[in-house]
């Protein structure tokens, strides 16, 4: 048997490393979405980090010093209106970010507290980035004249701040932890380790009934067992490939220290070698598991054109789980039990502790266990469908 | 006592059909075949003889009775069976993706061989069907007969003693076909046992000396063209064979 498992994966695989759709769909692809994705999370993290003026229209105010000071200031870019109402027609047209109306300035001694308008739109990011800016400088200023109030009564002045808060941030900041990529990373690890395999896994099974070039092959002394090994240890590294790939366009697109990517890698690229050791293991099994199961289902499959319907709608039980993922920090659930049981998902969550360079005994475990069982089930599965002659000869 | 090369003995296939419900596409079939012979199975399409093919070259079980292939059984004895075979068919294809000599080199190595025998091998059976000017092509981009050639040599590459050729020249243009029908010859030529399936009347006249008439699953006549004719009383091949699966006539 370990002859023919040996014929049938070399034979598999140089006919794979000739197709396009492989070279497409396993190599290509993967670079293509990952290099658009860290372009577009570049963009992004770059238009909201830098040092960008606040966009305002601001109504016209009757204090003379204060009109100078902000129009001096290089943190706005001010617009000035007459009116609230045109501030806020100025947001809702997208020409500014926010609208602001300062109330008039106070009479000496005044004791009254003083209403400024700020005007905004939730369903814009910028324009709510902008206002939570201009409220910061609000509050800054409201201290600041508290304080002096304070003072001027013969009270520390410090006291405008009972409480203050001291802030320390404790996320992994060394290497790929520090990256904002992290989080997406295992999400594309696991969706490429199984859509790579799935466009050719239809050809490789299905595809040899259709040919008739499944029955040469079993009149040939190889063991069907042999056959069904063999096809899964090259879907294998179609999917690991695939895989890998994802994670090489990340790190090739770091070396590269593009501009517009600065902000995606600000502690480097590093990973530790335990840490790539575990990640490969985890992905092995995940493979396997994924080029078992979908070998199975190409086996069952009449003709590529069913085994295709079958995938595409085996695809959606990877693709909720590993879109789960990426919410998961949300739902409070991500250090569950049952989540270090579930395939799929402990695979992408585990990765990414393992990436982020805190990996989790019990997620690592749980992933490569459950994929191990899964691919050696998924296995005995096809080894079964591969002996049944009503289904390895119907076309 | 003359070698058995193919022997059955009672075989039956039983294909269950949830909406058919049970189809005997084998009924009780038993018959031998010898070395350096041409045995012909003759009858109409959905006969049998594929599935009886498919039965001795292991690729199904029967559902009873036994057949053995140079002694070895087909449903014990698998892979021993499918290293004395060689088969070919219209409907086994080859590997788009391969090129001739690869195709041959696959199927070298899974018939156990390696290294310099291995090419060895190749190289004989690139030679014997006068394939060295497309051998290194990918199988795609080779015409029907140039397929063939290469079909041939991949049934012969571990020399095997006996030959199945299930309908072999079926959608072959009259070239390709005389190239399959002295490919058989040949075999024959060299001892070897062959058993050819097929419903063209002038293909079993021109090379079976034995004939095994099947008719919905069932043996319905067997012996040489000359006992055929006497059995039934007529003057040709086609005709005694119509008087067999169609003693009524034929419904136009």
């Not at chain 1, 992994?172 to 999400?187: A, F, T």
């Not at chain 1, 517009?260 to 690229?269: A, D, Q, R, V, W």
């Not at chain 1, 992933?367 to 050696?376: K, T």
Request: with cysteine; hydrophobic share 50%.
């Amino acid at each position: 048997m370990k002859l023919g498992v040996q014929q049938v994966f070399l034979k598999e695989l140089r006919e794979m490393a000739r197709d396009k759709r492989v070279l497409q769909g396993a190599l290509v692809m993967p670079v293509f979405i990952i290099a658009l994705f860290v372009l577009l999370m570049g963009v992004i993290s770059s238009s909201i980090t830098e040092s960008r003026p606040v966009s305002l229209a601001l109504v016209e105010t009757d204090n003379q010093e204060l009109r100078e000071q902000l129009s001096a200031a290089k943190e706005f870019e001010i617009t000035w209106v007459e009116s609230m109402s045109q501030a806020e027609a100025l947001v809702r047209e997208k020409a500014v970010n926010v609208g602001l109306k300062l109330p008039p300035a106070s009479a000496p001694g005044s004791m009254e507290p003083l209403t400024a308008e700020l005007a905004l739109r939730k369903d814009e990011p910028l324009s709510a980035i902008d206002a939570a800016r201009v409220r910061a400088i609000i509050d800054a200023n409201n201290k600041v004249a508290v304080g002096m109030m304070l003072e001027s009564q013969g009270i520390n002045k410090e006291l405008a701040e009972p409480i203050r808060i001291k802030e320390t941030d404790l996320s992994v900041k060394e290497g790929l932890g520090g990256s904002q990529i992290v989080d997406l990373l295992p999400y594309l690890i696991v969706l490429w380790a199984f859509y790579g395999g799935m466009s050719i896994v239809a050809d490789l099974v299905a595809g040899e009934k259709e040919r008739g070039t499944m029955e040469t092959l079993l009149i040939s002394p190889v063991r069907r067992a042999a056959v069904a090994l063999g096809k899964i240890l090259a879907l294998m590294v179609v999917c690991f490939v695939s895989a890998m790939t994802t994670l090489i366009g990340v790190f090739s697109l770091g070396l590269l220290k593009l501009e517009i990517t600065k902000n995606l890698f600000p502690s480097g690229l590093s990973i530790s070698f335990a840490n790539v050791v575990i990640a490969l293991g985890m992905l092995i099994a995940l493979v396997a598991f994924f080029s078992a199961l979908m070998v199975a289902v190409s086996a069952y499959a009449r003709n590529i054109r069913e085994a295709q319907t079958y995938l595409g709608a085996l695809s959606f039980l990877v693709l909720l789980p590993a879109v789960f993922s990426q919410v998961i920090g949300f739902t409070g659930a991500e250090n569950a039990k049952w989540v270090a049981w579930t395939p799929i998902l402990n695979t992408a969550v585990g990765l990414r502790g393992v990436i982020k360079g805190e990996p989790d005994l019990m997620l690592v475990t749980g992933s490569v266990v459950s994929s191990l069982v899964l691919a050696f089930l998924f296995l005995r599965i096809a080894m079964q469908l591969f002996r049944r002659e009503e289904i390895v000869l119907r076309v | 006592m003359r070698l058995r090369m193919v022997e059955t003995e009672n075989v039956v296939k039983i294909f269950r059909d949830p909406k058919r419900g049970d189809i005997r596409a084998v009924d009780g079939v038993t018959f031998r075949a010898h070395p350096g012979k041409i045995h012909g199975l003759l009858g109409v399409n959905g006969a049998g003889k594929t599935t009886l093919m498919r039965i001795l070259s292991t690729v199904i079980r029967p559902t009873e009775g036994t057949a053995k292939v140079c002694g070895f059984d087909v449903v014990n004895q698998g892979p021993e069976v499918r290293n004395s075979i060689g088969f070919l068919s219209t409907t086994t294809a080859l590997y788009g993706r391969l090129t001739g000599r690869e195709m041959l080199e696959y199927f070298a190595g899974l018939y156990g061989f390696s290294g310099v025998e291995l090419k060895q091998r190749v190289d004989a059976a690139i030679a014997r069907t006068n394939a060295e000017a497309f051998a290194d092509q990918l199988c795609d981009k080779l015409s029907t007969g140039q397929k063939q050639r290469i079909s041939i040599g991949r049934a012969t590459i571990h020399d095997p003693q006996v030959l199945f050729f299930d309908e072999p020249t079926a959608g072959l243009d009259i070239l390709a076909a005389q190239t399959i029908i002295g490919f058989i010859e040949q075999m024959r030529d060299l001892g070897k046992t062959v058993l050819l399936s097929t419903h063209i009347m002038s293909e079993v006249e021109r090379l079976c000396e034995e004939i095994t008439i099947i008719h919905h699953g069932r043996i319905m006549g067997e012996g040489t063209i000359d006992q055929l004719k006497s059995q039934t009383g007529q003057e040709t091949l086609e005709k005694a064979f119509l008087s067999i699966v169609a003693p009524e006539g034929v419904a136009l």
